[in-house]
């Protein structure tokens, strides 16, 4: 059985890992937009299809049996794609969502519907903000007007010059972003409701030191499109499907 798996997450990699041994021949697609990308075992292709048009020739001409989505929850364009190309080819598509964070009691969370509506909230929160929403969609906090801190894995291109620009890449850990919180004087945290563990140590660390975080609310998954939670589903789901071509 041939899969494509769209990936470009931690739990893809993993997925990867997990199908390669179970004996599926995998292909993982990455966008290819992240320097230095962490590469799944297995086959890799690296680019865009060329939108949904394109998504379905490369599955008709890889005969593509199954299509698991394990892109990261905020990649809707991605997902929509996958929705399109798999509908209209009659291939099942699974897609692989790990559940977004939800709050502790006395944690001081506000949500956003949008990057730009986030941005609105912050001066009511505090005076130095540190961002974590990615490089993508930075700039709706330009004119946010107040002192901020952004961390990316890449840079942004054009560089911001109305933030302090940090890169690096996950996981992190408690006691590295309180101390980074701490350095900076953060008083609000912004993140999207990615969940997941690889980038949970912030939300303790702003836990510990009681400070408030504005949450970006995931895009909707298109209507009717079958979810799993784990790679254990995954593996169940892909056995039902596994009707010799
Ligand atoms: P997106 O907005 O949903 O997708 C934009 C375009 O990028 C797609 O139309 C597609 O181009 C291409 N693309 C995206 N994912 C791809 C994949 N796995 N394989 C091949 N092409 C892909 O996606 P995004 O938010 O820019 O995210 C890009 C990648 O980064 C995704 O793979 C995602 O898993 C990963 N990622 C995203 C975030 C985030 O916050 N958005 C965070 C961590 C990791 P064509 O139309 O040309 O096919």
């Given at each position: 059985?041939?899969?494509l798996?769209?990936?470009?997450?931690g739990?893809a990699?993993?997925?990867?890992?997990?199908?390669?041994?179970a004996?599926?021949?995998?292909?993982?697609?990455?966008?290819g937009?992240?320097?230095?990308?962490?590469?799944?075992?297995?086959e890799?292709r690296?680019g865009g299809?060329g939108?949904a048009?394109?998504?379905a020739d490369?599955?008709?001409d890889?005969?593509?049996?199954?299509v698991v989505d394990?892109?990261?929850?905020?990649a809707a364009?991605?997902?929509?794609h996958?929705v399109?190309?798999?509908?209209g080819l009659?291939?099942?598509?699974l897609v692989?969502?790990?559940p977004?964070?939800?709050?502790?009691p006395g944690d001081?969370?506000?949500w956003?519907?949008t990057a730009?509506?986030a941005a609105?909230m912050?001066?009511?929160?505090?005076?130095?903000?540190?961002?974590?929403?990615g490089?993508?969609?930075?700039?709706?906090f330009?004119?946010a007007?107040?002192w901020m801190l952004?961390?990316?894995?890449d840079a942004?291109?054009?560089?911001?010059t109305?933030c302090?620009?940090?890169l690096?890449?996950?996981p992190y850990?408690?006691?590295?972003?309180?101390?980074l919180m701490?350095?900076h004087q953060?008083?609000?945290?912004?993140?999207?409701?990615s969940?997941?563990?690889?980038t949970a140590a912030?939300l303790?660390?702003a836990r510990?030191?009681?400070?408030?975080?504005v949450l970006i609310?995931r895009?909707p998954?298109?209507?009717?499109?079958?979810?799993?939670?784990t790679?254990?589903?995954?593996?169940?789901?892909l056995?039902t499907h596994q009707d010799?071509?």
């Open positions: 059985m041939k899969i798996l769209l990936g470009g997450t739990e990699r993993s997925l990867a890992r997990t199908l390669v041994a004996g599926f021949e995998v292909v993982s697609s990455l966008a937009r992240t320097t230095d990308a962490r590469l799944p075992v297995g890799v690296q299809f939108g048009e394109g998504l490369w599955l008709r890889n005969s593509v049996d199954a394990a892109t990261h929850p905020f364009t991605m997902t929509e996958a399109a190309a798999a509908g009659d291939i099942p598509l692989l969502r790990r977004g964070w939800t709050p502790v001081n969370w506000h956003a519907d730009t509506a609105k912050l001066p009511t929160l505090g005076t130095r903000a540190f961002l974590t929403t490089r993508q969609g930075l700039n709706a330009a004119d007007g107040l952004a961390r990316c894995v942004p291109n054009p560089r911001p109305w302090t620009l940090i690096d890449r996950g850990d408690v006691s590295g972003e309180l101390a701490r350095q953060i008083d609000v945290l912004v993140t999207k409701n969940g997941g563990s690889m912030k303790e660390a510990r030191l009681h400070l408030p975080v609310e895009p998954l298109p209507a009717g499109v079958t979810t799993a939670q790679t254990t589903d995954v593996l169940t789901w056995k010799p071509r």
